[in-house]
């Protein structure tokens, strides 16, 4: 169980980072036609999204008992969704060494970190404005 988790997670990153780079070649972030954003179905599948993300969050501020880590990684969820999920899995997946402390990863406190959501936080913001460039040009 334990490898597959960690193939799991690691193929989420590797799709997530090939369909966002693929997306971005084919327009901006922030250029979405009007027909698509204000599609019924595009507003439910949003909300299903951001409601999954922050379900996933409320189990990470759990864990992370620093308020500064708990607030990074919200941020870092809201801007980069699956991939911040998979990161985050991943590093507690391979915190562990044998599927016998599997348990480990769901139930364990941690004293939070900030580095990697600091990471996240900063360079999901980059990423952001630098596709809304094309609202202000």
């Not at 193939?7 to 327009?27: K, N, P, R």
């Not at 391979?94 to 769901?106: D, K, P």
């Amino acid at each position: 169980m334990l490898w597959f988790l960690r193939i799991l997670f690691g193929f989420v990153i590797l799709t997530m980072l090939a369909v966002t780079s693929w997306a971005s070649g084919q327009c901006a972030l922030f250029s979405i036609p009007r027909e698509v954003f204000t599609h019924p179905w595009f507003i439910a599948t949003l909300f299903d999204a951001y409601w999954a993300f922050i379900t996933f969050y409320v189990w990470v501020a759990w864990k992370e008992q620093s308020p500064a880590a708990r607030v990074l990684w919200f941020v870092a969820i809201i801007l980069w969704g699956n991939l911040a999920m998979a990161l985050y899995m991943l590093v507690e997946v391979f915190r562990i060494r044998q599927s016998s402390q599997l348990g480990e990863v769901f139930s364990t406190r941690r004293p939070g970190k900030i580095g990697l959501p600091a990471s996240l936080t900063l360079l999901g913001a980059i990423v952001y404005l630098l596709g809304a460039k094309a609202l202000f040009a």
